[in-house]
């Protein structure tokens, strides 16, 4: 079982970035897919998350509008596009899978089951 994140890197403001969190050895499908953000200094905060049930997706505040969440069942991958980077996204991003899907109570990491290494994302000029 393994998730595994990718398309962080570094760009300016205003820019966008597309994460990409990919499964192996289980079906990312049957599960409520949530990315999460941790910067320097804070805690780790839920991002988005898009459910396994109806296909919900989810947004903290500072993000709606900007960030979109979507999966591709036939690749096994969930995608988090973001645009119009600001410095204050800088963070290590991660995926996290949870086979209960949590509904309103997206942000609890703890009811997530899997989780990937991070990727880095870098909003400066």
């Known amino acids: 079982v393994r998730l595994v994140e990718s398309g962080g890197g570094l760009v300016q403001p205003g820019g966008s970035l597309r994460l990409s969190c990919a499964a192996s050895?289980?079906?990312?499908?049957?599960?409520?897919v949530g990315w999460f953000r941790q910067a320097p200094g804070k805690e780790r905060e839920g991002v988005s998350c898009i459910s396994n049930k109806d296909g919900s997706a989810y947004y903290e505040d500072s993000v709606k509008g900007r960030f979109t969440i979507s999966r591709d069942n036939a690749k096994n991958t969930v995608y988090l596009q973001m645009n119009s980077l600001k410095p204050e996204d800088t963070a290590v991003y991660y995926c996290?899978?949870?086979?209960?899907?949590?509904?309103?109570?997206?942000?609890?990491?703890?009811?997530?089951?899997?989780w990937g290494q991070g990727t880095q994302v870098t909003v400066s000029l």
């Open positions: 996290a899978a949870d086979k209960a899907g949590s509904g309103s109570s997206w942000y609890k990491a703890w009811l997530y089951d899997y």
């Open positions: 050895g289980f079906i990312l499908g049957h599960y409520a």
